[in-house]
């Protein structure tokens, strides 16, 4: 579990590097939520999503450590583009290790920051064997998507800036897959303020988080068809999993309709880019999936990268609320 | 014109009343555009656009002078959900007169601010004559979108803004139609960075201040059809016009390939919905329309007020760069 020294050190080494990214609001969607909503625009981050600071984080933390000459990642989403542009402002030789049946697109966008793919076969490889022979070959360090100390410590920069923004929240909300955005803000907001309830949103369809508090330890969830790809992890990590059951006060379940839903309003009125497992704080918030009425809430919206096609099917997918 | 007393005056009434806006910058746009580019985002604003600044200092100003029962503002776009929003935070009874053929999802947004939408028949009936019966059976005040002190006022303070956030610019590129936001821009920049360069972007159909700057006149271009439906008006203002036969360096025109390349890329990798007349400086400097080569550039990304059935269309037409 990082520490307020570990968050702390985060934030001098992200000053200036990672945006200090603006809190969002809006009117009508307070009106649908009965809330005062405060969003957190990390969509707006670098690479697009919060995953550059926990990424930059542990990999400059590492290079003050020792020598560090390359850096190796899996991962065919958000993290692949934050470990990517990381590196490469660092002078950091990066290889990201992704499904031979990733999207083109996901593909280009690593590779435009700078870091060499390499393909893997799910059907026939080990990822992690292969993680293993070029961390052998090359020296690299592997930077973890989010069962990591140092990479938990990067994201908690985020909620240190809304809480400086606005101090006085009664809740947070924050998507949760492996837990490494919604661990570090829940330590950085138990330091920071104690009595604010602390909610994790996920897919009803991926909720392992939700099924592991209920059971009380890590439950393995079967891959589900959601929209929300950043958010099919199959289980909370071993790091993240006792820090999001001491802090949690519920984990509330979201279905790829309303994720649709909240998107496509947060376009047409706030004329942000969200993503679906952006969305899923705040199509948890604008459903009422738990009792916010007056209260001051804080949203994150974690990440934007959405191919344009598949938004223009969103938008014609569109429901009403 | 208005003065530095005016601007500030505008600041005042603002505060806490208009967002902020966030200042965006991206490495990539960067790249293309050869230069650094910082974007003031009032697309972000409330309403969606500039235009909530000046109508809200112009309807204040107002009522600071004597009692406003109510106001009319003639508009299809940004201008009346501006006022109409302005009217609404001030207690004030607004009325928006607007075409038949206006697109219902601008009636219906106007109306959700709460104002009531006169509709006129443009074949038949005098909106001028309509007006003068609204102001004189309600004892409204009439909002003009641009051609008026305190409107430009209002929208120059998006620039004071910009120049404290970033103070060393060589130039700003701002869209212009009526030339209210660029008068106020240029009113301000003078004032706070006299070397700046000024420049005005705006649809090479709809070219009425190029061709007005380059006969030394206020010249009245037939209405064209550009996309940038924000930018369709056929000539530059009384008293707009020599402000910016002052201030300007230059007009750029762009065409609308290059407002649609240019917002969908703003859209894919900045996460932010910039609509065509938005987007008209930023395509500007995107496709080098003025030599910016190592420059740092401000851009007014004015408003995001696009129908998301449209949207999908930019997407499907989207040219490469």
Known sequence: MPNWEDIEAARKRLRGVAHRTPVLTSRQFDEAAGATVFFKAENLQRAGAFK???????????????????VVAFSSGNHAQGVALAAR?????????MPTDAPQAKIDATRGYGAEVVLYDRATQSRDDLAEEICRERGAVLVPPFDDD????????GAVELLEDVPDLDAIVVPVSGGGLLG??????????????IYGAEPETAADTKQSLAAGRRVEVKENPTIADG?????PGKLTFPILRESLRDVLLVSDDEMIETLTFMLERMKVLVEPSGAAGAAAVRHRKADFSGKRVGVVLSGGNVDLPRLAEYIAARPSL
Do not use: C, D, H
């Open 231 to 235: 958010l099919r992890v199959t289980s």
């Open 52 to 70: 550059f600071r926990g990424a930059y984080n542990k990999i400059k933390a590492e290079t003050e450590r020792r020598p560090v000459p390359a």
């Open 184 to 197: 570090g803000w829940a330590t950085a907001a138990r330091r920071l303020r104690p009595a604010m309830a």
């Open 89 to 97: 402002l660092l002078g950091i030789r990066a290889t990201v290790v």
């Open 150 to 157: 140092l990479i938990m410590a990067g994201q908690a920069t």
